[in-house]
């Protein structure tokens, strides 16, 4: 098992920045992806920003140049830099982390408010 614990969240103005963090717990064996996904009202939840052990990484399109994933392997720790945010990325980010044998593990989610 795995658990994973988001901070970061909170309200910021458009323009502004947020760093989310999320640690992870627990049997880390097999995972080899860390990444963070969002949900607005109303819509389906969507990848944001993926990092794999490696350090590759892997971005939506809305978010490329403004947002930077990053891990911190020996913490188990990924982040995710925000920076000039808009009111569409108002939404619940969730950490997620895969690996083998379909190993699936989500957080309980940090809600980004971005007003205009």
């Known amino acids: 098992q795995v658990q994973l614990v988001e901070s970061g969240g909170g309200s910021v103005q458009a323009g502004g920045s947020l760093r989310l963090s999320c640690a992870a717990a627990g049997n880390m064996f097999g995972i080899n992806v860390m990444g963070w996904y969002r949900q607005a009202p109303g819509k389906q939840r969507e990848l944001v920003a993926d990092i794999r052990s490696g350090g590759s990484t892997n971005y939506a399109d809305s978010v490329k140049g403004r947002f930077t994933i990053s891990r911190d392997n020996a913490k188990n720790t990924v982040y995710l830099q925000m920076n000039s945010l808009k009111p569409e990325d108002t939404a619940v980010y969730y950490c997620?982390?895969?690996?083998?044998?379909?190993?699936?593990?989500w957080g309980q989610g940090t809600q980004v408010t971005v007003s205009s």
């Open positions: 997620n982390v895969k690996g083998i044998w379909q190993l699936d593990y």
